[in-house]
T-cell receptor
Framework: DAKTTQPNSMESNEEEPVHLPCNHSTISGTDYIHWYRQLPSQGPEYVIHGLTSNVNNRMASLAIAEDRKSSTLILHRATLRDAAVYYCIPMQTGNQFYFGTGTSLTVIP | DSGVTQTPKHLITATGQRVTLRCSPRSGDLSVYWYQQSLDQGLQFLIQYYNGEERAKGNILERFSAQQFPDLHSELNLSSLELGDSALYFC??????????????FGPGTRLTVL
């Protein structure tokens, strides 16, 4: 499984965009990049996933570098409810999720 | 609400004891996953079942075992409990097996405290 490097913590002001980076330099060509987040006192929840192209959904956007060695999760307007630990998980089909330490996002009102 | 239910919410027991954690997956989901989250180890994958059969094993101790029943609910059995087993235990489910389009839905967790 590809190893990931994420900042331990980040801060953002409310209603501003947030860019959460992830390095996964050992990713294989068939590893999808998944992002999950864990709100306080809750189980993780799916945010977004992608392979090569940038992806958008109602929660966020995922920008994937051309060499796929890094990706960035973009929250377009951070709200207080977005305060959570965000996990970047490169995963090959059939393999299991291995969560790293993630990035703890603090949203400042 | 993810649709995944876990019981009990909290469990307090003593060292050396045995406990059973229960998980009901979302309706229609065939895969069940168990994870352990402790302060020092983070979120660790333990084991996966798919339609009643063990599919993958992670960092699961020999003192721990799991099974998935015909109605697809799953139980995680923890025996000879040690203080270090105190943690949050999450169950997740997905439609099929782990895959690129297979979102995992997590339950609210069971908090186990071993005294």
């Amino acid at each position: 499984d590809a190893k990931t490097t994420q900042p331990n913590s980040m801060e953002s002001n409310e209603e501003e965009p947030v860019h959460l980076p992830c390095n996964h330099s050992t990713i294989s060509g068939t590893d999808y990049i998944h992002w999950y987040r864990q709100l306080p006192s809750q189980g993780p929840e799916y945010v977004i996933h992608g392979l090569t192209s940038n992806v958008n959904n109602r929660m966020a956007s995922l920008a994937i570098a051309e060499d796929r060695k890094s990706s960035t999760l973009i929250l377009h307007r951070a709200t207080l409810r977005d305060a959570a630990v965000y996990y970047c998980i490169p995963m090959q089909t059939g393999n299991q999720f291995y969560f790293g330490t993630g990035t703890s996002l603090t949203v400042i009102p | 609400d993810s649709g995944v239910t876990q019981t009990p919410k909290h469990l307090i027991t003593a060292t050396g004891q045995r406990v059973t954690l229960r998980c009901s997956p979302r309706s229609g989901d065939l895969s069940v996953y168990w994870y352990q989250q402790s302060l020092d180890q983070g979120l660790q994958f333990l084991i996966q079942y798919y339609n009643g059969e063990e599919r993958a094993k992670g960092n699961i101790l020999e003192r721990f075992s799991a099974q998935q029943f015909p109605d697809l609910h799953s139980e995680l059995n923890l025996s000879s409990l040690e203080l270090g087993d105190s943690a949050l235990y999450f169950c997740a489910s997905s439609r099929t097996t782990s895959g690129s389009y297979n979102e995992q839905f997590f339950g609210p967790g069971t908090r186990l405290t071993v005294l």
